[in-house]
């Protein structure tokens, strides 16, 4: 078993992968006696990935954006990357894809209510960071 990293903070979560034949694999997180169960892409590091907090902090300093700025502002992302973790997080209901019907089209990404809510965890978990660093 190996501790779960996010953003830069050591969780003293266990990770233990959790699966039977034939079954979606499960995550499990364990604390003490306290145990939380998610599906294996829920866990975490699913919200926390290499790209995915700086385009939540890009959105939520300036939105909406279009894809290019984004792409220029994200210094050494792939545009593959971008745009795959565009589309997760769009398909988790975290940004808001909007196509303009101007000429060109204009894409334009925004945060929705629940990648607010996400902000506000990540700002909070900034703060802990700043305070016991």
Known sequence: MSPCQCIGIKLIYQKVILSE?????LTKYEKNDQVEVFAEEKGPEYFFRKWTVRILRLLSESSPRRYNDIRRSLEGVSPFSLSEELKRLEKEGILQRTVTSSSPPGVFYTLTS????????????????????
């Open 114 to 133: 629940k990648g607010w809510e996400l902000i506000a965890i990540i700002r909070e978990m900034q703060d802990w960071i700043d305070r016991w660093s």
């Open 21 to 25: 034949p034939g079954e979606k694999n």
